[in-house]
């Protein structure tokens, strides 16, 4: 027995088996039978009990980032940055606040190897006093898509197959070269950055464009970064497939066995703020989650640290029943237009009322630090007092549930006609910000862009190929020939293809079966 294992028991003593209603239990051993041969006989009611406990262990899993590892920590505010926000987690310089921290794959399920080439979520949730705040980041700047519409489809595209229950490169790939908004991010995942060495070893990004708002009422429009403190450190895809043949669990390891060893791995915050009117006049849409703000425009503003210093007595307790949704925001904290983040503020909690129930507020890891008098009662599996006695309508004589207009946020600019806006017309610089990213890129890393590029592309058609290859190419004529001649295609070929992809062209393929 490990000496963590004996102080926890220690702590806990378990000595004496009971039902779970407290009642002692003769043995655990042996059912209760007619006879020592059998059959059983209906009056074994532990039997009962255990074996039902036992097939309701199991609880959905994330729809996606189904797969990841947890733990808490501290947050530490090292700058000022109340004159834009009056958020009370960034209240004064060398301010503490407790968090909890979810890193993820994105397209595994809840057994898949950690060392897979997918984004990694990058979720965190701050316990302070106005409230929870959940940070529910990527560990990339930009994402695929830019309106939610196309979110289930993006995820049925990378999932598995409806036939063949395994993983596709052509429907990953046909949907993914369909959207030439997405090349950016496609970019990044095939980058030598798509498998992060580690949890501990990458950056997260809000991604989003949110908002903060001070003590005057202002707001400004905002971005957040977390630089890792433990430095880049990724896979190539050889080390990655080496790793996964000795370890499927290799970044829960990491990070688990580096807090067990008080090698606390710590983050830097940064935002990065934009003045409220200058979303009018910027040359880029700022809302677009497909976008990054250039630095050289709006610098990095360094705001704190966080390092992750304790581990989850228990995985399902902590992080498999953890709740994160950018909609738990705090007075301070807004949300922008951006339709991709308007979406996530009612999915995400639809989503965990289906996956841990109505009360999962009252899970541990969910709860507020900070007293919750929401007036929302009963409900499966209500744990706390309910309220009491408490009078159950507002408003009411007694000055109970009050409002609190002092934490009123200003008004969110909005205009425009109500219409399906199609996210392609709206703005169709799709390339110039793959194509500095590429540019920025040394010709080794150009390498291996070209090569984690053909390896995930497998055994996708080749007008598929091809119109990955004429994308790459709209970006940067180096990008589109380097893919075209790792793939072993002609470019000139390729470039010509338009006119034969079934989706621009002739008539649409029959369908892969
Ligand atoms: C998890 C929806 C885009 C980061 C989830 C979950 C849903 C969801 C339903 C599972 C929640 C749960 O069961 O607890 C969506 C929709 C999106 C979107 C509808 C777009 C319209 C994004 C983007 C990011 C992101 C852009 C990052 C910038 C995450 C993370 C998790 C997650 C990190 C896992 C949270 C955890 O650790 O529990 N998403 N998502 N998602 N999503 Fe999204």
């Not at 039997?47 to 980032?65: D, G, Q, T, W």
Request: glycine share 8%; proline share 7%.
């Amino acid at each position: 027995m490990s000496d963590e294992t004996s102080d926890e028991i220690k702590r806990c003593p378990v000595s004496h088996l009971t039902t779970d209603f407290g009642a002692p239990v003769p043995t655990n051993r042996d059912s209760l039978t007619a006879g020592p041969r059998g059959p059983l006989l209906a009056q074994d009611v532990w039997l009962n009990e255990k074996l039902a406990s036992f097939v309701r262990e199991v609880i959905p899993e994330r729809r996606m980032h189904a797969k990841g590892s947890g733990a808490f920590g501290t947050f530490t505010v090292t700058h000022d940055i109340t004159r834009f926000t009056r958020a009370a987690v960034f209240s004064e310089v060398g301010k503490r606040t407790e968090m909890f921290a979810r890193f993820t794959t994105v397209a595994g399920e809840r057994g898949a190897a950690d060392a897979e080439r997918d984004i990694r979520g990058f979720a965190l949730k701050f316990y302070t006093e106005e409230g929870n705040w959940d940070m529910v980041g990527n560990n990339t700047p930009v994402f695929f898509i830019r309106d939610p519409r196309q979110f289930p489809d993006l995820n049925k595209a990378v999932k598995r197959d409806p036939r063949t229950n395994m993983r596709s490169a052509l429907n990953n790939w046909d949907y993914w070269t369909l959207l030439p908004e997405a090349l950016h991010q496609v970019t990044i995942v095939m980058s030598d950055r798509g498998i992060p060495a580690s949890y501990r070893h990458m950056h997260g990004f809000g991604s989003h464009t949110y908002s903060f708002w001070n003590a005057d009422g202002e707001r400004f429009w905002v971005k957040f970064h977390f630089k890792t403190r433990q430095g880049i450190k990724n896979l190539t895809d050889a080390e990655a497939t080496e790793l996964i043949g000795r370890d499927r669990e290799s970044h829960q390891r990491d990070l688990y066995e580096a807090i067990e060893r008080g090698d606390f791995p710590k983050w830097t915050m940064y935002v990065q703020i934009m003045p409220e009117t200058d979303a009018e006049k910027v040359a880029y849409h700022p809302f677009d989650l497909t976008k990054v703000w250039p630095k050289a425009d709006y610098p990095l503003i360094e705001v704190g640290e966080f390092e992750l210093n304790r581990n989850p007595e228990n995985f399902f307790l902590d992080v498999e029943q953890s709740a994160f949704a950018p909609s738990n925001l705090v007075p301070g904290i807004g949300v922008s237009p951006d339709k991709m983040l308007q979406a996530r503020l009612f999915n995400y909690a639809d989503a965990q009322r289906y996956r841990l129930g109505g009360n999962y507020q009252q899970i541990p890891v969910n709860q507020p630090r900070c007293p919750v008098h929401s007036n929302h009662r009963d409900g499966m599996g209500r744990v706390d007092s309910n309220y009491g006695g408490l009078p159950h309508y507002e408003p009411n004589s007694f000055g109970q549930w009050q409002a609190q207009p002092e934490f009123m946020e200003p008004p969110l600019r909005i205009n425009g006609d109500a219409a399906f806006w199609d996210a392609h017309a709206d703005d169709d610089n799709y390339f110039e910000q793959p194509r500095a990213l590429f540019r920025l890129m040394t010709p080794k890393q150009q390498e291996a862009l070209f090569g984690n590029t053909v390896r995930a592309m497998g055994d996708a058609p080749t007008f598929v190929k091809f119109r990955h290859i004429r994308n790459c190419n709209a970006a940067d004529p180096a990008y589109g020939a380097g893919v075209a001649a790792a793939l072993g295609l002609d470019l000139e070929e390729a470039l010509a293809s338009l006119k034969d992809d079934p989706m621009y062209g002739s008539p649409l393929v029959a369908l892969p079966v």
